[in-house]
């Protein structure tokens, strides 16, 4: 059984960083595709960012630029580093774990903008 539990949420002003983690455990780190996920309330979950094991990575318009998605394969942990944080980035974020076949979730960590 896999198991994704995300770290690193909080609240911050608006301008500011953090940084999510997301520990995957009962699996072997490889071949598959991690990724970020967030929740508004009252809106859809979207993709934030995506990485292959190889370090391939992909992520939304909206925070290109601003967020940086990494994975140490060595520690089984995917990040998320989140600078520049807006308001509209409020959301809960989930981690995604995907390899074919096969697809986990996090239970998701609150992130807050706000002054």
């Known amino acids: 059984q896999v198991q994704l539990v995300e770290s690193g949420g909080g609240l911050v002003q608006p301008g500011g960083s953090l940084t999510l983690s997301c520990a995957v455990s009962?699996?072997?780190?490889?071949?598959?595709?991690m990724s970020w996920y967030r929740q508004a309330p009252g809106k859809q979950r979207d993709l934030v960012a995506a990485i292959t094991t190889g370090g391939i990575t992909t992520s939304a318009d909206s925070v290109k630029g601003r967020f940086t998605i990494s994975r140490d394969n060595a520690k089984n942990t995917v990040y998320l580093q989140m600078n520049s944080l807006k308001p509209e980035d409020t959301a809960v974020y989930y981690c995604?774990?995907?390899?074919?076949?096969?697809?986990?979730w996090g239970k998701g960590t609150l992130v807050t903008v706000s002054s």
């Open positions: 009962g699996s072997l780190f490889s071949g598959d595709l």
């Open positions: 995604n774990f995907w390899r074919i076949g096969t697809e986990y």
